[in-house]
């Protein structure tokens, strides 16, 4: 398969496990949730239990960490049978403030990457989740000199990105969107016609997980680091 | 004093308490908080202590309801000397989640206002708080065929709205901000240059007030309703 990126003018980047680690984050509090709860159920059942628990309530909350916060409230009062100690509700808080506190840690390559490709390219950040919370890890990351535009979405389907390409007046045909996650970063702008670029994180979060139907025929390349893009563009 | 708008081509509106109630439903939301640990401490305590607990914590969760409802989690422990039930726990997540369920209620003549002035003006809502609450009530506002362009921010100081205004690529000579209130919507615009008029409503979250020393030799007008507008623009 060999795609041409001669057209692109401007590459848009995910921002959580693309640029920086954040899964992993999700990954140690829930660690430490189940601990919480390790008298009630299995560490298998509080897994499920919390993970049906932030799909019940994503409509509502949306992403980010401030919903994970309530969705494991809500879950600790259900796995306990309302038995659960206020300590615990307290530790669940503190789980989520440390989350939001963490310092930014870039992915390999990043800084690099971007500053070469800044030279040739206009460079956007496209995340999803708290506007906040994202404003505050792209301020704290050091990155922004090297982004025209940093566009915070509540959430990556095609209608939020055509929207957004509207907005901006960037031609699909000379979009390249990369990140880690093939639901969110990929699929979609494959769909409207622009170019995307999969570049896998160690841990995907349950819900951005797709099927190997719903990659079948869709035109995009994956690559191992991020590094690998300076030799495709 | 005499203020011309006859340069302006732009017009932004704050959405929440200008185009439809919303510090209302915070204040339904503290009541119910205060019956429900009214057994812990007097009610003029639980609403300071509430108070002191948001703008605690408004550098980490940000504007918006599910900030607002991990501070009622928190506050809750803390007033009750973790004592507090998890019934009452449960109660606290169902205030939450029915004011961000609740119908968007517009306020007076702002249909009208907005249909009239879309003929003559760009319009564009510039609103503080959580993304998807905000995206979400502008859509079930019906009003969204009347607007440009809506954009959240997560703070309404100068900067943001600098920051906005260059990526609109807006004169800030050619720019309006109507707004219920004087440090978010009012002051920060009058500070830059642009024109803004105050339209009060009925009640102002603490966080909002100013004194008489913020709006002293400020230029700006203050209109009853809304509908006022079109007489002076």
């Given at each position: 398969m060999e795609i041409d990126y001669?057209?692109?003018?401007v590459i848009g980047f995910d921002a959580d496990d693309t640029l920086w680690v954040n899964e992993t984050y999700f990954r140690d509090a829930e660690e430490e949730f189940a601990s919480l709860l390790e008298g009630y159920e299995t560490k298998n059942k509080i897994d499920q239990e919390l993970f049906k628990m932030e799909i019940k309530n994503l409509n509502l909350y949306g992403y980010g960490v401030k919903g994970f916060m309530l969705s494991m409230i809500e879950a600790a009062l259900d796995l306990s049978n309302k038995k659960v100690s206020n300590e615990t509700m307290e530790a669940i808080l503190n789980i989520g403030k440390h989350m939001i506190t963490r310092p930014v840690e870039l992915l390999d390559d990043v800084e690099d990457v971007l500053k070469e490709l800044s030279k040739k390219y206009r460079l956007i950040v496209l995340t999803k989740g708290d506007l906040l919370d994202q404003e505050r890890k792209v301020e704290m990351s050091n990155?922004?000199?090297?982004?025209?535009h940093v566009e915070v979405l509540s959430d990556k389907k095609e209608t939020n990105y055509q929207n957004l390409l509207d907005h901006l007046e960037i031609d699909v045909n000379e979009f390249l969107m990369i990140g880690n996650s093939l639901r969110s970063d990929v699929l979609p702008l494959v769909n409207l016609g622009a170019k995307a670029i999969h570049v896998p994180f160690h841990t995907t979060w349950e819900h951005e997980t797709v099927t190997d139907n719903d990659t079948k025929g869709k035109d995009y390349q994956t690559i191992g680091?991020?590094?690998?893009l300076l030799k495709l563009v």
């Open positions: 001669s057209n692109i003018k990155l922004s000199e090297y982004f025209h680091r991020l590094s690998e």
